[in-house]
């Protein structure tokens, strides 16, 4: 299980725990995520051009850039529907996976659950959860990727609010859905790579001799989570990244496809540094947080 084994806390508690845990751990990372998107959306200069120099270099030194030109609050751009986001999508693709995955075991069943139904769990609760939160993904990835606009130039929203409505007043309810195809692949892959290899580094962590579910098992899974996470989602992201700011790829395919065949295998794992920075400190804090949380809620329900 991956609260030890404490399913014996209410759905709303579950919920609750999971989006307090997701809210968090957003909170805490959401400089790097500014970060990535900036490095992300950064056009690549072409040779020779030296005027041209690129102005994000690095994590680091985006989150410094970004800091130094429009001050530290830019880095928190976007807090407001990544935590819609995160309240929505965290509280559905954590809470609902341990319903689930007892749903697909079977409520007699005895024993560890087979890792494959964990994946399936975990792959069901991912797309579940971004189908509802597609709308602040959207709005997120907007107000992050304006960054200093030149003076005299208008914003186009206001803040989080307004960009919900500005964009359903421009463009229609249905473009708040946009990009969901890739954003369902992308959710449900890297929620069945971090909840199932969470719930499989605790469980085979919990069978070594001196191992109890305490803090620093939480944080070695945790660890494990964000690496399984980045390794499987890098690619899938990369491939996201380049479709948004591209429109010459015809699929998702054939993206992957031109993206091998033009820059090579690693291409795919462009930026995996700063991607384990943001998923496993982002990994490692939520599910430190949920299992705490989840112990408060179990407190309070049972007194």
Not at 39 to 53: N, R
Not at 56 to 68: D, S
Not at 179 to 195: D, F, K, Q, S, V
């Amino acid at each position: 299980m991956v609260a030890g084994g404490n399913t014996d806390i209410s759905l709303p508690g579950t919920f609750a725990s999971s989006a307090f845990a997701a809210c968090f751990a957003e909170i805490c990372t959401i400089p790097l995520d500014t970060a990535k998107v900036r490095l992300q959306l950064q056009k690549t200069v072409a040779a020779g051009d030296a005027a041209a120099l690129p102005k994000y270099r690095g994590m680091l030194g985006t989150v410094a850039t970004i800091a130094r030109e429009e001050g530290a609050a830019a880095l928190w751009k976007g807090i407001v529907p990544g935590l819609h986001r995160q309240c929505v999508f965290g509280g559905l693709r954590i809470g609902l996976y341990e319903p689930v995955k007892n749903l697909y075991v079977g409520e007699n069943h005895v024993g560890d659950v087979p890792l494959t139904k964990k994946i399936l769990a975990a792959l069901t609760t991912g797309a579940l959860g971004i189908t509802v939160a597609n709308p602040t993904d959207l709005v997120k990835v907007r107000l992050q990727a304006e960054g200093k606009l030149p003076p005299g130039v208008p914003r186009r929203y206001t803040g989080a609010l307004n960009a919900y409505s500005t964009i359903v007043r421009q463009e229609g309810v249905t473009a708040l859905w946009t990009g969901l195809g890739p954003n369902i692949a992308r959710n449900a892959i890297i929620n069945a790579a971090e909840l199932a290899s969470y719930d499989q580094v605790k469980q085979t962590i919990l069978k070594i001799p001196g191992f109890t579910d305490n803090v620093f098992t939480h944080l070695l899974s945790g660890l494990g989570a964000g690496f399984v996470a980045v390794c499987i989602g890098s690619p899938v992201d990369v491939v996201k990244s380049r479709m948004m700011g591209d429109s010459a790829y015809k699929s998702t395919l054939d993206c992957f496809v031109k993206t091998l065949k033009n820059d090579g295998p690693l291409a795919f794992y462009k930026g995996f540094i700063p991607n384990f920075g943001r998923l496993g400190s982002w990994n490692v804090i939520m599910f430190l947080t949920l299992e705490q949380a989840k112990k408060f809620v179990k407190s309070i329900e049972s007194s």
